[in-house]
């Protein structure tokens, strides 16, 4: 069993109808149990700056699927969101990224392939992440620092 927690992020169209679509999908799927979001925060881009708003949150969820195998699925539902892939942090319908995985035993996992990264690599560095993964986990820490003082940190920068 992992726990995983998942960035969400909308800025085109209808940004929070595709962040519920895949919050209710992701609710039915075989071996994910436990699903819930934070709130939804209004973001400025972060990295190519030149597009609209993102709406922004954190999913958790229990789950038997493989890190990999979550990739797949969280992929398929940001391809059923009509996902567009042409510009490097550029608009998008949808967005999900593994940010953290924790085995049953409460261990952070630590992957590292071509195709996936965890702990993501930027989720240290964004307050569009920390924010609503304080909500979701307020005692959480990393390398030593609270996620309290890491957002403060970031809001004062």
């Not at 969820?61 to 550029?90: F, Y």
């Amino acid at each position: 069993m992992y726990t995983y927690y998942i960035s969400v992020g909308s800025n085109l169209g209808k940004r929070e109808g595709y962040i519920q679509t895949a919050l209710d999908t992701l609710q039915t799927v075989d071996g994910v149990m436990s699903v819930i979001s934070s709130t939804l925060l209004e973001t400025e881009p972060w990295g190519n700056t030149n597009q609209g708003v993102f709406l922004n949150g954190v999913f958790r969820c229990e789950s038997t699927i493989e890190p990999i195998d979550m990739l797949h699925l969280l992929q398929g539902l940001e391809q059923a969101a009509n996902r567009d892939r042409k510009v490097h942090w550029g608009p998008r319908t949808l967005d999900l990224d593994i940010i953290l995985v924790f085995d049953e035993s409460g261990a952070l996992l630590q992957v590292n392939t071509p195709e996936l990264i965890v702990p993501h690599p930027y989720f240290w560095e964004r307050n569009f992440v920390l924010e609503p993964l304080a909500e979701l986990w307020p005692e959480f820490s990393y390398q030593g620092q609270s996620i309290r003082q890491r957002a403060q940190e970031l809001q004062e920068a």
